[in-house]
């Protein structure tokens, strides 16, 4: 079992830049795949970025270029590093994580999830 609990997250202007953090427990978190997705209002979950237990990542193609991912196994830490935020990145953030090394990209691919933590972007 798995409890994933973000932070981070607030009001930030257009061009500005926020770090997320997702602290995991459990034992094992370095065989964990790990991800970030995020919910705006009235729209579907979708991936942002992901990271393998070997530091493999892949983004989203909105987030090539801008977010970062990084993992801290020593302590069971994921980041999403964000930077030139836009208005459209507004949502909340969660934190996923998955049974096996790898990633995924589909929501329905992983088994445990954090509250979320809410990014606004304003214009």
């Known amino acids: 079992q798995v409890q994933l609990v973000e932070s981070g997250g607030g009001l930030v202007q257009a061009g500005g830049s926020l770090r997320l953090s997702c602290a995991a427990s459990?034992?094992?978190?370095?065989?964990?795949?790990m991800a970030w997705f995020r919910q705006a209002p009235g729209e579907e979950r979708k991936f942002v970025a992901a990271?393998?237990?070997?530091?493999?990542?892949y983004y989203a193609d909105f987030g090539q270029g801008r977010f970062t991912i990084s993992r801290d196994n020593d302590k069971n830490m994921v980041y999403l590093q964000m930077r030139s935020l836009k208005p459209d990145d507004t949502g909340v953030y969660y934190c996923?994580?998955?049974?096996?090394?790898?990633?995924?990209?589909?929501?329905?691919?992983?088994?445990?999830w954090g509250q979320g933590t809410q990014v606004t972007v304003s214009s």
């Open positions: 990271i393998a237990s070997d530091e493999n990542k």
């Open positions: 996923a994580g998955r049974m096996g090394r790898n990633w995924a990209l589909f929501a329905s691919q992983y088994e445990y």
């Open positions: 459990g034992r094992t978190f370095s065989n964990y795949g």
